[in-house]
Nanobody
Framework: EGRLVESGGGWVRPGSSRTLSCTAS????????IGWFRQAPGKEREGVSC???????YYVGSVKGRFSISRDNARNTVYLQMSNLKLDDTAVYYC????????????????????WGQGTQVTVSS
């Protein structure tokens, strides 16, 4: 059974940076695409970014140029580097995994993922 654990959340000031990590266990990591989603209070969960097993990447428009996704398959970990954080980036951030995802990204921003983490809170506030 696959398991995902997010870490790195916390309180940050507007304009600052933060890196989130998503570490997987119990699955053949390279075969899975990993997505980052977020859910702000009173809003629906939205896709932020995703990365295929082979390294293809997508970003939602609101984070392009500010967020960067990467993966270290040797460590079963995906990172979301967030910079120039804005108040609107405040949310619970979740990572998720779907298979097959080595070179497929068609489900990137769907919610049809096989495994979900529990989430990590990011609060952007002055």
């Amino acid at each position: 059974e696959g398991r995902l654990v997010e870490s790195g959340g916390g309180w940050v000031r507007p304009g600052s940076s933060r890196t989130l990590s998503c570490t997987a266990s119990g699955l053949t990591f390279d075969d899975y695409a990993i997505g980052w989603f977020r859910q702000a209070p009173g809003k629906e969960r939205e896709g932020v970014s995703c990365i295929s097993g082979s390294g293809g990447k997508y970003y939602v428009g609101s984070v392009k140029g500010r967020f960067s996704i990467s993966r270290d398959n040797a460590r079963n970990t995906v990172y979301l580097q967030m910079s120039n954080l804005k108040l609107d980036d405040t949310a619970v951030y979740y990572c998720a995994a779907y298979w097959p995802g080595f070179d497929r990204m068609d489900k990137c921003f769907s919610h049809d993922y096989d495994y979900w983490g529990q989430g990590t809170q990011v609060t952007v506030s002055s």
